[in-house]
């Protein structure tokens, strides 16, 4: 081969390697990335509006672009914004949104839509766009959560003194409330709460003037847009703020983590609503009927909120696989436009139809009191009675009370039916002599509603201990409420604050230094 052919080849090559791009997408890319890309559009179509905004007025603010080319790009750019996204013509055959909205723009105003590209990336409007959503999504979806902790403290309250086997393994333990079962998932819910609050200050910080990597000389500092956004301050690092995903990753979770906690309860939910326990009733509106079996009244509800758990693992599990690619790729970002907000709208969804279940159910006092009565679970307080009376170690104690408790099961008896001479006709089987325990009055040890109680210490299910705990949680949630309606108006104040200004620059009303909080 020829110096010169070499050289050409070479030439060629270096042409192919470096530059845009010379032809237009291939049509399979269309189909599997811009539509993707734009399939997802919408989620982030008014964020968009907004960065674009910020960003000209910052450009204008700092003397980069010509005041009468800014003032037409942010004249069709609060044309988009007024446009709801279904109308605005995403195309993939255009490219992924950014480009769409180029387009857009540029037919409309001209040379003067380039001026948005000076000092950011494409990818940048974007990252920008998505932490808007993202923190709108999830001050809605703190505020769910905390009315759901509000609704099972309420309930827990009510229900204070509704007895109830509580169980493990479906087996009966030990007697309880279901005020105290309520409150044992309105915990956990307060700190899945305190996750997504916290997910939402790492979403409230600017990657705004961050470039690609390493910013931009136009761009002498960074606070303005991020004033202008409404955010609470800029992430630090240029690089780690374009192309940083951990803090998706903790919303997942914590969206995941929520709903999961919600479905055990569910799950609980569908089991007691059954024939064959009986203990709750869903209202009409969370059920649904069977179309061949009119008989049967299935807890629909209760299977969509199993489904979400499931789905939310699923899409955490899946974005943490695609997040494993190398630093400052663009492929776990194209699929967080989407997926992440889904997430957040579906934990929404499930956990306000969560809510709704709880403040419409029929609990059925009286076949929880059934249950508890015809049962054994004051066998554990039985067994320590027996300690501390016959002054034996815990191990004889519990094998005495085992054989009085399978005896009369046997014979059909309940718990309550226990006494004395059978204790010692038990103790005799297991240790040869008996404990003196006939004639002893049992009462207080064998009611179930006596046992409850004396659960007095902290986190007990005596009544009053329950109605406190309540009180502290229905406390906590009106906090967490509270913090998240302040944000969001934080938010919206901002963003109504940022497009007026907008307005009046384009009208010429006012001068290109933006107002900042």
Known sequence: MSAGMGAGMGA???????????????????????????????????????ADLAHTLDLLARGVIPPPAARALLGVILEATAMPAEDFPYDPAFGEPYNCRERWFAGRVGDAAGWLHAGRPRREAVRVALRLALRAALADLAEAAADLSTTLAGRAAEAARTWLPDQTYLQHAQPSTFGHYLLSFAYPTLRDTDRVLQAGEWTNLSPGGAGCVNGSRLLSDRDRVAGLLGFTGVIEHTRDAMWSTDGMVDMLAAAASLVTTQSKLAEDLEIWASSEFDYVTLADGYSRASVLMPQKRNPYALSIVRGASGTLIGRLTGFLAVLKSPSARSDNL????????????????????????????????????????????????????????????????????????????????????????????????????????????????????????????????????????????????????????????????????????????????????????
């Not at 067994?383 to 399978?406: F, H, K, P």
């Not at 384009?506 to 107002?515: K, L, N």
Request: aromatic letters at 4%; one cysteine or more; glycine letters at 10%.
């Open 334 to 517: 194209i699929y967080a436009y989407g997926e992440v907000p889904r997430a957040l709208d579906l934990a929404l969804r499930t956990t306000r139809l969560t809510a709704g279940v709880l403040r419409t159910l029929t609990v059925n006092e009286d076949r929880m009191w059934a249950a508890l009565e015809g049962g054994f679970s004051q066998a554990t307080d039985l067994a320590e009675y027996v300690m501390q009376v016959c002054d034996v170690d815990y191990r004889t104690a519990y094998q005495v009370v085992g054989i009085a408790v399978r005896r009369a099961g046997r014979e059909g008896l309940r718990g309550l039916d226990l006494d004395g001479g059978m204790l010692d006709a038990a103790a005799v089987e297991f240790r040869g002599e008996p404990l003196g325990l006939a004639g002893k009055d049992l009462t207080e040890v064998l009611d179930p509603r006596a046992v409850v109680e004396t659960r007095t210490a902290p986190g007990g299910a005596a009544p009053p201990v329950v109605e406190r705990m309540a009180r502290d949680c229905a406390e906590q949630a009106a906090r967490q409420r509270s913090l998240t309606r302040a944000r969001r108006d934080a938010f919206r104040d901002a963003e109504q604050r940022l497009v007026a200004r907008a307005a009046a620059v384009a009208a010429g009303e006012v001068g290109g230094e933006p107002d900042v909080p």
């Open 12 to 50: 060629a090559m270096n042409r192919d390697r470096h530059g845009p791009p010379l032809d237009g997408p291939a049509r399979e890319l269309i189909e599997a990335g811009f539509t993707l890309e734009n399939a997802d559009a919408p989620l982030l179509h008014a964020g968009l509006n907004l």
